[in-house]
């Protein structure tokens, strides 16, 4: 069966500090790829998402830059968080070709101070 | 605009009995996909139910249906027997098929509270 990993479940981070969040899918292969921010008490926002190694797609220009240098791993990162930047973060994924269904990781809470 | 829309910012039932969580969507796309998630107060966003545009039955799941109705391009779920542990988030959400393939667009949110 397959399972996505987030790691870490919670960050605090000063504001101007760098950011890296990982995200990892076990038991498949060649997923799409997505990476999602939820503010308090809100609905989720895309970041980004991927079809394949290298392949990082942009749906919000911030701060924020993706990088996928394996199959089954996706990572968010910044340079220089802003308070804005905080944050429910989730990662999710399918399979490739499906558009059925994204299943979601556990997630990772960002506060900025 | 508004592509999906959930009217329902949080709603009560009693334990044992149905609900209708709200949901309806914009698209002009045919091919399109809706989906519920759950997602609990631990974060975690859980697949409940998915409906595909083109589907000519109404979706289920064990406890949860998907009452769609395509012309009034509503995706309401249906809780039967609702239980202590469904007190949740509910997010419907929309896939469209064209040229936005990618992205999955989530409505805003209802909070239910089951009541014991």
């Known amino acids: 069966s397959q399972t996505i990993h987030q790691w870490p479940a919670t960050l605090v981070q000063p504001v101007g500090s760098p950011l890296s969040l990982e995200c990892t899918v076990e038991?498949?292969?060649?997923?799409?790829l997505y990476w999602y921010r939820q503010a308090a008490g809100r609905g989720l926002q895309l970041l980004f998402y991927s079809v394949g190694i290298g392949q990082i797609s942009s749906e919000v220009p911030q701060n924020l830059s993706a990088s996928r240098p394996q199959d089954r791993q996706f990572i968010l990162s910044s340079k220089k968080l802003l308070l804005s930047d905080s944050g429910f973060y989730l990662c999710?994924?399918?399979?490739?070709?499906?558009?059925?269904?994204?299943?979601f990781g556990p997630g990772t809470r960002l506060t900025v101070l | 605009a508004q592509k999906i829309t959930q009217t329902q910012p949080g709603m009560f039932v009693q334990e044992k009995e149905a609900v209708t969580l709200d949901c309806t969507y914009d698209t002009s796309d045919p091919s399109y996909g809706l989906f519920w998630y759950k997602q609990p107060s631990s974060g975690e966003m859980i697949f409940l139910i998915y409906q595909g545009s083109y589907d000519q039955q109404n979706a289920t799941e064990g406890r949860y249906s998907l009452n769609f109705q395509k012309a009034r391009k509503s995706a309401n779920l249906v809780i039967s027997a609702s239980q202590l542990g469904d007190s949740a988030m509910y997010f419907c959400?929309?896939?469209?098929?064209?040229?936005?393939?990618?992205?999955?667009?989530f409505g805003a949110g209802t909070r239910l509270f089951v009541k014991a």
């Open positions: 999710a994924w399918e399979k490739t070709g499906n558009t059925d269904t994204q299943y």
């Open positions: 038991g498949t292969s060649n997923p799409n």
């Open positions: 959400a929309m896939r469209e098929g064209g040229a936005g393939g990618f992205k999955t667009i």
